[in-house]
């Protein structure tokens, strides 16, 4: 009967929660459409609170170490990007013309708050690297998820107020619908990487790098029906994450009787 509870207590599914703080660089119709480099400046904090499922100890038998969701684990987040700042960067904005006055005192501000799930498949087995006999200090993976995206945006031109005067824009910018400025929501995709390090049997450090992509072009409230601004926003978010494991020591009992 002992031995019956020990087994059903390893059946349990292991849980942790983190903290992550980098940050993100977006792609947006600030800057020059398909040259990142244009957009170095439009960065911002990003801030996450995540807590992840292993399936690992779902089947206690031993010979269930290499089956799949031994490497699986499934991660939901909340993740706050604070005061994202955009600004026109390139060639356009540098020339002694109207349109390049117009670009250079045009800026932007957006807030995003994603909520979401992603899947990561790591490269050891999360028992042997999570439990504490092992030797096994980094645990490489990748990822995929979805999120619900969140936005606030704004704009202003030192020329002068847009919603008064909107000839202190850019033409392209003057057309109904041409922007986009409040809140809104949108869904966006996430691929990614990251690697864990076992500092000790209950934390992890963790290394993760993003790509986001938008169902929306109007995150940073700019959406002209021209060619050079039709694409949707993106970007590249660099997080470094603190890790606490909750309980996995409750279904170690199996193996230390």
Request: glycine share 6%; hydrophobic share 40%.
């Amino acid at each position: 009967m002992l031995l019956a509870n020990q087994v059903t207590n390893a059946q349990f599914f292991t849980h942790d929660v983190g903290f992550h703080a980098g940050t993100a660089t977006i792609q947006t119709d600030y800057g020059v459409r398909n040259n990142y480099l244009s957009s170095y400046g439009n960065s911002a904090v990003s801030l996450s609170f995540t807590h992840t499922l292993h399936f690992f100890n779902k089947d206690p038998r031993w010979n269930a170490d290499h089956k799949i969701w031994s490497y699986l684990a499934l991660r939901s987040e909340l993740n706050i990007i604070t005061n994202a700042n955009f600004q026109h960067h390139g060639r356009f904005v540098n020339e002694n013309t109207d349109l390049g006055r117009q670009l250079k005192a045009m800026t932007g501000i957006a807030n995003i708050t994603n909520v979401g799930f992603q899947l990561e498949y790591y490269m050891r087995c999360l028992k042997d690297f999570i439990y504490p006999w092992s030797d096994i200090r980094w645990n490489p993976y990748v990822l995929a998820g979805l999120q619900y995206t969140m936005f606030s945006n704004s704009l202003n031109s030192t020329l002068g107020d847009w919603e008064q005067d909107i000839t202190v824009l850019p033409n392209k910018w003057r057309t109904p619908g041409a922007l986009d400025v409040g809140k809104g929501t949108t869904f966006a995709a996430t691929f990614g990487a990251g690697i864990r390090y076992k500092f000790n049997p209950k934390i992890d450090f963790n290394l993760q790098f993003n790509w986001q992509f938008f169902f929306s072009d109007a995150v940073d409230g700019l959406q002209a029906n021209v060619i050079e601004n039709k694409n949707n926003e993106w970007l590249l978010n660099l997080q470094f994450g603190v890790i606490y494991h909750l309980n996995f020591d409750r279904p170690l009992s199996i193996f230390n009787r």
